[in-house]
Every structure is written in C-alpha cells, then in structure tokens.
C-alpha cells in the first residue's frame, strides 16, 4: 500500500522562501500522475502542480506559475515543491497526492478528483 508523508512546512514572511518534500512508501511504481494541491483557510482543495511521469510533463496552477518548481528525485523516492516568492494567499495546507492509473489529458492531473493517494499535508503559513 503506498504512503505519502509531507514535510518541510512552516511560517514564512511574504517574499520569502520553502521547499516541500513529500516522502513516498509501499509499492510506489505504476504511479502516473505526481503533485501537490493545497487548501486554504475557507477555500476548496486545489491543484498546485503535477508531474506526469510518462515524459516528465509538469503542469502549474496559473496562481503559482514562475514562484513553484515541482520535481522529482527517483533515488530517494521523493516530490518536492520549491516555494519563492511567496505571498500570503500561498497559505494553507499543502498535500501531496499520486494516481495510478494514466489520464488522457494530463493536465487533468490538477484536479483532485482524479487523485486517489493522499498524504496528510503539511501547513505553510505566509504572514509578516
């Protein structure tokens, strides 16, 4: 059974930086779809990014587009989501989450729906 565990949380002032990991157990092959979604105070979950590992395409949610990098390391069996630039709306609980089976469209991969391994998030916190 595959198991996800976040970290690398905290509390960040606006502009600054944090790096995400997610730490991936169990049978971790035939995973498709790679990413992070968050939910923040009040708000629905949302995709962050997502990395399909069938050619390694990455997609962003346009409200993080240019501040997240998502990538991957096969060595430790780890996501990663590198944070600058952030803001305080970047709060909230951030989850990484997998899908193992393929999409036709890949940028499907963003919604939650589609997801069905979760991780128990980690929270971020922006405020000066």
């Known amino acids: 059974q595959v198991q996800l565990k976040e970290s690398g949380g905290g509390s960040v002032q606006p502009g600054g930086s944090l790096r995400l990991s997610c730490l991936g157990s169990?049978?971790?092959?035939?995973?498709?779809?790679l990413g992070w979604f968050r939910e923040g105070p009040e708000k629905e979950r949302e995709g962050v990014a997502i990395?399909?590992?069938?050619?390694?395409?990455?997609y962003y949610a346009d409200s993080v587009k240019g501040r997240f990098t998502i990538s991957r390391d096969n060595a430790k069996n780890t996501l990663d989501l590198q944070m600058n630039a952030l803001k305080p709306e970047d709060t909230a609980t951030y989850y990484c989450?997998?899908?193992?089976?393929?999409?036709?469209?890949?940028?499907?991969?963003?919604?939650?729906?589609?997801?069905?391994?979760w991780g128990q998030g980690t929270l971020v916190t922006v405020s000066s």
């Open positions: 989450a997998t899908r193992r089976a393929p999409l036709y469209y890949v940028s499907d991969c963003l919604q939650t729906l589609y997801m069905d391994v």
């Open positions: 169990g049978y971790t092959a035939n995973t498709y779809c």
């Open positions: 990395l399909y590992t069938e050619g390694s395409t990455t």
